[in-house]
């Protein structure tokens, strides 16, 4: 395991490009389970969250608006896409809040 601080250089980043910049620099980072640390691991985590989110924030225009408005954003348009395909929210949701307790957990 690197000795990399995921979760210091995610915390780091001020907009859009200095994401783009880290999913670069660890395009190839461990898969989370892998990590020391509750921390690290959700570090990676949010760190494979957002080589989904930069393309998307690309594609918008929204690079300019501040990280809640772009997270809101995209959140609101993950549940458009769970309505067209028929994807019961409520349950995305209470998975969501169950998964994302138990890895603040250590779990």
Same mark, same amino acid.
């Given at each position: 395991m690197t000795d990399t601080d995921f979760a210091a250089e #995610?915390? *780091?980043?001020c907009d859009v490009d200095d994401l783009a910049a880290l999913c670069v620099r660890h395009a190839d980072a461990p898969l989370a389970d892998? *990590?020391?640390g509750a921390e690290q691991r959700n570090a990676l985590r949010g760190l494979l969250a957002a080589s989904g989110v930069v393309p998307y924030l690309r594609r918008?225009?929204?690079t300019d608006d501040e990280f809640e408005a772009q997270? *809101?954003?995209m959140v609101c348009d993950l549940?458009? #896409?769970?309505?067209a395909l028929k994807v019961?929210?409520?349950?995305v949701g209470d998975r969501a809040e169950s998964n994302y307790a138990a890895e603040m957990r250590g779990v």
């Amino acid at each position: 395991m690197t000795d990399t601080d995921f979760a210091a250089e #995610l915390q *780091a980043a001020c907009d859009v490009d200095d994401l783009a910049a880290l999913c670069v620099r660890h395009a190839d980072a461990p898969l989370a389970d892998t *990590a020391s640390g509750a921390e690290q691991r959700n570090a990676l985590r949010g760190l494979l969250a957002a080589s989904g989110v930069v393309p998307y924030l690309r594609r918008c225009r929204t690079t300019d608006d501040e990280f809640e408005a772009q997270i *809101a954003e995209m959140v609101c348009d993950l549940r458009h #896409l769970a309505d067209a395909l028929k994807v019961d929210w409520g349950e995305v949701g209470d998975r969501a809040e169950s998964n994302y307790a138990a890895e603040m957990r250590g779990v």
